[in-house]
């Protein structure tokens, strides 16, 4: 079957790998000019199974009021005059109920040990090069409580599977020493030995090639699609400047460009774009974490990538819009100081700013749609990288028309 996969992220080109390596002919048209260049490009780097927990969760409720005071919060929502918006917001707020966040989690949980399993495959077949390390991943807290309810989560998870352990503020120095000097900061942490990471951006170049080369997949860059030629209830072509491209299936794995394009099919994707931002600085030999760290208490992840080390966080709600960049950059400049003062160089930061194509629910949207030959691949959120390779094979799966390893109604687009 020839397949178009739409967009070339690293959710398009999961996709694209896994249709290939069914048979199908792959063909990947992309805006811009190369593969990974918005969300993919310089995330937080973590390879995150055991942390799929959604955004939207009870405890996220007694929050809000901060969210909207504080302008130096982790957590922003800036009101904007979009429907959408509002919208989103309150999906967002129905999905904080107890009952359904649980079970989000739990389907989260069964998404990232396929994506681990998948990834793993991949990189033994294809051996490609991605700073991809298998080093744990150490969430710390600064305030007592918020340990607490983590070591009872913690045991929750544990019974799904997870395997973790927590660690006191000594403990934690012990397994990463980049941590020494902010032991006084630290009530303790939780530590996921088989947590992973790797440079989304490498991963996502390397994997072109290795579809281009090994997979015959051929990428059409610079190649944005417009609108849908539908014809009795099937997608026959997409339309682009370049023209008109023809398929017996489409994959929409357009991250942030996926509900504006649907819009026009009568289809309404409840997602929205979560800002967030990163820096990359060089790490200091001896002295920059080895360990995947969290800082739950300032909502940011490091990870290492090679020589580097990968700072992310924040989210804001605000669109597409980006109106504070370089204070929010400082800013998160100064908080990663405050946790790792010796890491790396600072003053040689390359900065990032990106949007993660989120749903109310974190939960990515992966399935048909009520066109017959139409397919999602998205919506990943904050863990598009972590998720990538599990929600790639279940929509291979569905293609094919193989029963997929997990639920696909949890997941699939409710009308
Ligand atoms: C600050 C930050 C930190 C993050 N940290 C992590 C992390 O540590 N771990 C993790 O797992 N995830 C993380 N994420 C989330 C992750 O980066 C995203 O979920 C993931 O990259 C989404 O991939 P995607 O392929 O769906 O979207 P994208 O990477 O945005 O790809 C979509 C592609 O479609 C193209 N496109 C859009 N519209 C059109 C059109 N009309 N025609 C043609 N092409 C089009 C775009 O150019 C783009 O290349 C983070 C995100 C951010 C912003």
Redesign the pocket.
């Known amino acids: 079957m020839r397949v178009c996969v ?8 999961t996709s694209a790998y896994q249709l290939a390596r069914d048979g199908h002919e792959v063909t990947i ?4 000019d190369g ?14 199974y055991s942390y799929v927990a959604p955004l939207a969760d009870p405890s996220v409720l007694p929050h809000l009021p901060a969210w909207l005071l504080q302008s130096d919060s982790a957590l922003r929502f800036v009101p904007r005059l979009d429907p959408q918006q509002w919208r989103w917001c309150l999906s967002f707020l129905l999905a904080c109920r107890g009952e359904r966040a649980r079970q989000t989690a739990i389907e989260m949980l069964q998404l990232g040990a396929l994506s681990r399993a998948t990834l793993h495959d991949l990189v033994q077949r294809e051996a490609i090069d991605f700073n991809y390390v298998r080093n744990g991943k150490l969430v710390v807290y600064r305030d007592a409580n918020a340990f607490d309810a983590a070591r009872r989560k913690m045991a929750y998870l544990q019974t799904a599977g997870s395997d973790q352990r927590a660690l006191d503020a000594a403990a934690c120095v012990a397994l990463e020493p980049a941590l020494e000097r902010a032991q006084p900061l630290l009530a303790g942490g939780i530590h996921t030995p088989s947590e992973e ?1 790797g440079d ?1 951006h490498r991963f ?1 170049v390397a994997l072109a090639d290795v579809l281009k080369t090994r997979y015959g997949v051929t990428i059409h860059y610079e ?4 609108s849908f030629v539908t014809e009795r209830g099937s997608a026959v072509a997409v339309r ?1 400047p370049q023209g008109e491209w023809r398929a017996d299936a489409f994959v929409v ?6 509900a ?2 649907l819009r026009e099919l009568g289809m309404r994707l409840p997602m929205y774009p ?5 820096l990359t600085i060089p790490g200091a030999p001896g002295q920059a974490p080895r360990v995947s760290v969290t800082d739950l208490h300032r909502k940011l ?1 490091y ?1 290492p990538l090679g020589e580097r080390l ?1 700072i ?3 989210v804001e709600i605000a669109g597409m819009h980006v109106a504070q960049r370089e204070r929010r950059l400082a800013l998160l400049k100064r908080q990663a100081q405050e946790i790792f003062p010796d890491a790396g160089d600072y003053a040689k930061a390359q900065t ?7 749903t109310p629910d974190s939960k ?1 949207l992966i399935g048909a749609t009520p066109y017959r030959n139409l397919w999602l ?12 390779c599990g929600s790639a094979r279940v929509i291979a799966d569905a293609i094919a028309g193989r029963t997929p390893p997990l639920d696909l109604g949890a997941y699939a687009w409710q009308r």
Request: proline residues 5%; aromatic residues 6%; hydrophobic residues 40%.
């Open positions: 739409l967009g070339a992220g690293v959710a398009g080109l048209l992309e805006g811009r593969a990974a260049l918005e969300a993919s490009f310089a995330n937080g780097g973590q390879l995150s990471a989304c996502s190649t944005p699609v417009h682009t794995a357009l991250g942030n460009g996926s504006p394009l979560l800002t967030g931002y990163s992840v990870a990968r992310a966080g924040m990032w700013c990106g949007h993660r194509p989120a990515p691949n998205t919506g990943h959120g904050a863990l598009g990288f972590t998720l990538a």
